[in-house]
């Protein structure tokens, strides 16, 4: 039977000039020319090689380095043995980032990339392999009692950046503390083969990649030259730019928030649940919904999980959570939106009182930054070194202003806002700062929101209806969080929805839901990327998004 | 700011009428028919029902029942307190599943749904009270003493099914054994209150939906009625069908399916990612993919993370694993397909073999069934009394057989099938039968799978080209994982792709992202749906997605 998990690629998606940014078709000549050069450089690069290429069966060493074939790499056991099968046999690999110097003396074998390959003599090699973003240096030192010969030096030398290679030798503690590398141990190479090489030219370099711009600009005050890789030339090589010691943890991190969220909501009795993506109808109207044809009904992709969390609590699974791809078809053109990223929602069935949703997010949350500081030192200190950053300042208990308080805090300091409407970019910073200088807390919540400015669906307040119960929750000056109370009477549903414009039949579904017998409820909602980016202070949401959709991106 | 994290629901989704099955405007017509006779019932029983409503304020007991006010649910604290506000001050509510004989004499405040609401007698009231499935029986007895009015036990039989109710009461425990309730203690009713009320007349009855067969067949044999609900009017009503104790438990084994897939994936260091579901392109061709337009380019929904998660690799994540929805266009009209469902995908570097992967699905899938049989007790018991089911038979080592085995298994019980083809459902079936009863499991992995029929990537094995490093894995006769080495070298990819006929052009940004060194690798994809399904035995997928979506279903 046909396997029904995996599919090949769809073939135009792999086409960059096909899937790329549609700016221009001028632009995308542009890039295919260059590609085309790039091309030609390298296939001239490889045939000079091939001249200069080693006679590799007149040494005698010649059994303890070469290129991997391709039979071995295809899981040949039982096939005549190569001598890297050979040489690995009963062989175990040992991460990078575990080499230490207690096992100085001992014989390892490692896998890594080629990080840099300097030329130094015949007689000497020096070859940084990378593995994850940490980084050893390997040293083949020509010696006849180690076997490594000089064309097992000439071997090393020419393989390619970012080439995969295995090394097996011996671990060392140099003299002098090493700043090149992670790790503070060498390697003496015994034998080294290539398992994978890398193209000579490479669009980028990932130590460019890797540099902060701290580094670039001492390079040039000095008059060295130094290379600053722009954003787009960064996501249209994804695969090499994600190699950078920042970018690989800033993805170990992004699965840290995601474990704790989980892991904190299921010791509350919260179930993870999934809701479908794919909606009936032709949206809500604007530009927000991407459409589709769904076997000739339109259809389109669920902007948030709102309506399918909600259900799932009239459907008596009583705590909810889902984490999942958002999409959102706005032309928001910012530092901090995405046509897709990944929602965190919660939805809960309340017992009395709106503040049981603002008491778990504190709890929630705190527990989440907590586990981030405790579980990702090593990630946080790897994004520290290429963007420098503060940690975030929070409290073991949240604090908690209402929209009134935060308005007055900000006409106290000169700043004039409706207090009746919502805050802007600029108020809301400026709001952050104040809370900084006051409460010292980066991270707080800001609830009792004007009604006009939340979704119909949410509850008004009961002494004042031009308030709700709800609030937004901000990081370092912005707006991260979004919850409330909602809305489980559907005489009351209808009302709401009809003082927002909206016409109630082409909602009846929705309501209805809450005719069969609805708890009181609330919830809240936030983007992954965003908690990512502003813990760390970063300047783009497209650094916290491995493979970012914007409305100028759909690749790769 | 507007709060981006929540957005109105998508207005025409939530329309049935437009939103439900294609299948003919007759019967969406006749549906529509049927609800309006239903609300129009509704609205007439409603009407008798206030013409014989109770003087409450007669009854000086009056604070000890009665609706809670729309007021007291907007977390009205700081207002005057209504009569449940003032019963609930200070009080803690117990959880239904939680009330047990050690409790006996103590006061208890819960809330729950009416499960049945059965009349005894004017001094006399029994209602069972259900929260998550469980259910408790709330006896309400008139008496002076205890303040219980004829007035609250009239009150009491009103209350409407599924309706949500508050009962403070003292527990007690029965002299016989309850059969009619999941908690073997009784609740004596001081006060009631509706929190929120159900229409007398639902389109299901939660009690018939969760009826099984064996009970329909013996009601029917003993002559009296028992309506049997048929999939369509629970998957409409989907939000009343979730609410029965089998589908509440497969939810949260669902659940516990995923934590036991990431918390193994993630004890052996894999990372979680996220990859995007929007692909440029117009697809790989043929129906297989949903089509969109992205900001005028033509775009598809991803098939599968199959493309981004090998990227990841190429960009050093080394082991990834992702949970996330994979979309179908395919037209299967089956018991196990699905048009949208939650993909377990995993993808990891390999050392020397292939069989590293399968080492990995051996241990995981392992762990996953005995975490399920361990936690999930209760649900798997809860499932097993409306779907009865044999526990899956399964091996601390998986049995893994050669395709070539299988075939020649198949081969000596009398079942030709082509050595280089694909099994289809029958043979696997077969194949699945010989297996138990020569190995005592059901859970094997068969691997060494014809190149033919594996996609163009998978690495063929190198004694033997027909073959490939690849294999599927099987749970009661039918295909669950899919997994292969993948080929690695840009080069061989290449030609494979030609072998098979695709245009090398339309893939070349995937095929590139090999030419920056990449490690051998490969990985595997499951259904989520389909794992809860083949453990639990079940016949039909639609039962393990919370909301399904199938060639001819987009809603609810």
Redesign the interface.
């Known amino acids: 039977?046909?396997?029904?998990?995996?599919?090949?690629?769809?073939?135009?998606?792999?086409?960059?000039d096909?899937?790329?940014e549609?700016v221009s078709k001028k632009a995308a000549k542009k890039e295919a020319a260059k590609l085309e050069k790039l091309r030609r450089r390298q296939e001239l690069e490889e045939a000079a090689k091939k001249t200069s290429s080693l006679s590799l069966e007149d040494d005698e060493t010649w059994k303890n380095y070469g290129d991997v074939t391709?039979?071995?790499?295809?899981?040949?056991?039982?096939?005549e043995a190569g001598k890297w099968?050979q040489a690995?046999e009963g062989k175990k690999?040992t991460d990078v980032c575990d080499l230490v110097e207690s096992m100085a003396d001992s014989e390892v074998l490692i896998?890594g990339?080629?990080h840099t390959n300097r030329p130094v003599s015949s007689k000497l090699g020096f070859v940084i392999l990378?593995?994850?973003?940490f980084t050893v240096q390997c040293v083949a030192n020509q010696s006849e009692e180690n076997k490594v010969s000089s064309n097992m030096i000439k071997f090393l030398k020419q393989l390619s950046r970012?080439?995969?290679v295995d090394v097996i030798g011996i671990v060392t503690v140099p003299k002098e503390p090493l700043t090149g590398t992670s790790q503070q141990v060498e390697i003496q190479v015994r034998k080294v083969y290539c398992?994978?090489?890398?193209?000579p030219i490479?669009?980028l370099s990932v130590e460019d990649a890797a540099r902060s711009e701290v580094d670039i600009e001492k390079s040039l005050q000095a008059g060295k030259p130094a290379v600053r890789v722009n954003q787009d030339t960064r996501l249209n090589n994804?695969?090499?730019?994600?190699?950078t010691p920042a970018?690989?943890s800033i993805?170990?991190i992004?699965?840290q928030v995601?474990?704790a969220f989980?892991e904190f909501l299921?010791s509350k009795g919260f179930?993870?649940?999934?809701?479908?993506?794919?909606?009936?109808?032709?949206?809500?109207?604007g530009s927000?919904?991407?459409?589709?044809?769904?076997?000739?009904?339109?259809?389109?992709?669920?902007?948030?999980p709102?309506?399918?969390k909600q259900?799932?609590i009239?459907?008596?699974?009583?705590r909810v959570f889902e984490?999942?791809?958002v999409?959102?078809?706005e032309?928001s053109f910012t530092h901090r939106?995405l046509?897709?990223f990944?929602?965190l929602?919660v939805e809960m069935e309340?017992?009395?009182?709106?503040?049981e949703i603002m008491d778990l997010v504190d709890e929630l949350f705190v527990f989440i930054f907590t586990s981030l500081n405790e579980k990702c030192k090593k990630e946080l200190e790897a994004v520290g070194k290429q963007y420098p950053f503060e940690p975030l300042k929070f409290l073991p208990k949240t604090l908690r202003l209402t929209f009134a308080e935060g308005v007055q805090m900000l006409k106290e300091a000169g700043v004039e806002v409706d207090p009746l409407g919502?805050?802007?970019?600029e108020s809301?910073r400026k709001l952050g700062q104040l809370v900084l200088e006051k409460y010292n807390t980066e991270f707080y919540i800001l609830h009792r929101y004007p009604s006009a400015?939340?979704?119909?669906?949410t509850?008004?307040?009961?002494?004042d209806a031009r308030y709700s119960?709800s609030f937004?929750v901000f990081i370092r000056g912005e707006?991260i969080?979004?919850?409330?109370?909602r809305v489980?009477?559907p005489e009351?549903l209808e009302k709401r929805a009809g003082e927002c414009g909206?016409?109630v039949?082409?909602?009846?579904?929705?309501?209805d839901?809450f005719?069969?017998?609805?708890?009181?409820h609330g919830g809240?909602?936030?983007?992954?990327e965003r908690v990512v980016m502003l813990f760390c202070a970063l300047n783009n949401i497209r650094k916290t998004s491995?493979?970012?959709?914007d409305?100028?991106r759909?690749?790769?």
Chains 1, 2 share one sequence.
């Open positions: 039977m046909s396997s029904e998990s995996e599919i090949p690629p769809p073939s135009s998606t792999a086409t960059p096909e899937s790329g549609k391709l039979n071995e790499l295809q899981s040949t056991a039982d096939l099968i690995v690999w896998r990339r080629v990378r593995e994850s973003g970012e080439s995969f398992v994978n090489k890398a193209l490479l669009p994804r695969v090499l730019d994600i190699r970018n690989q993805f170990r992004q699965c995601e474990n989980r299921l179930v993870g649940i999934h809701t479908p993506k794919l909606m009936a109808g032709s949206s809500e109207g927000a919904v991407f459409r589709l044809d769904y076997k000739g009904q339109p259809a389109c992709l669920a902007q948030s709102q309506l399918h259900m799932a009239c459907g008596d699974l009583r984490v999942g791809p999409f959102r078809a032309d939106h046509c897709e990944v929602g929602d309340i017992r009395k009182h709106y503040s919502d805050l802007n970019t809301e400015v939340r979704p119909f669906y509850m008004p307040c009961a002494d119960n937004d707006e969080i979004s919850g409330a109370q489980h009477i009351v909206i016409d039949k082409t909602i009846s579904t929705y309501i839901s005719r069969y017998g609805a708890p009181p809240l909602g936030v983007g992954l491995l493979f970012p959709r409305p100028q759909l690749a790769p």
